[in-house]
């Protein structure tokens, strides 16, 4: 139980650091934030469809909804949305079930669960099945816009090809890192463990992920491989010249962190 308690914790401070966060860091404002972004809700609730909805459109947001996980994936090709927000508990195709599709089907889209369950192993459920952040009920408005543009922003900087992070620019064009003005070359895998790690920074991958993504679903080489290239990459951006650290979330994997 106790690793259970340090995991949500982890997955609070997290959350809470995005808040925090200064924008120019990454040179994004809120309004290209919130420009033609599309949001779909997804309760068996009309009234909490209805709500979130109108908080939404209430900040310059586009919307759609669906009552429950199956509706939801049916409408996914024609509404194309930016952001899902998801409840746990809806008949035909719970939360659940719909953030594991999502992660399967639309990896790159951000999921926010809203739930009115508070214990511990219903949330750690949820972020094992893919939901990103989540939001308990009843809920303050201004708080739900917070955390749907925290996504969205989190999710941009993923997609770009050039990701400023702490003190170093990440070139996917040139496979270049910039640190204080100086080039860094640094092997193939190094910077593609950097760059995804970078994407999402706050966000904890499991060791099995970063393989997957890094060296490929075939991959057979020994195991302490992603350990050493953490290693070394520790030792390449020290702390206190890059602005970032790697964190080891103890029996679950790794996460870059933005020393403010």
Known sequence: MGRLHGYISDKLTNIEGWFKFRLHTYDIILSE????????????????????SALLKDDGFDTCEAKDGREALKN??????????????MPNMDGYELCRKLRQYYEDLPVLMLTAKTELLSKIKGFESGAD????????????????KALLRRYKIEA????????????KNSYFVIMNGAKE????????LLFKLSGYPGRTFSRDRLIEDVWGYDFDGNERTLDVHISRLRERFPVEISGFKITTVRGLGYRLEVIL
Do not use: W
């Open 76 to 89: 996914m090709m024609d509404e194309n949305p930016d952001l899902a927000i998801v409840d746990l508990m």
């Open 185 to 192: 070359d640094i092997p193939m895998k190094e910077f593609e």
């Open 160 to 171: 770009s090809q050039i990701i400023q992070i702490g003190n170093i620019t990440i070139d």
């Open 33 to 52: 934030v919130k420009f033609m972004s599309n949001i779909m809700v997804v309760d068996d609730d009309p009234s909490i469809r209805e709500l979130v």
């Open 133 to 148: 952040d989540y939001l308990t009920k009843p809920f303050e408005g201004t708080e739900l816009i917070l955390r749907v």
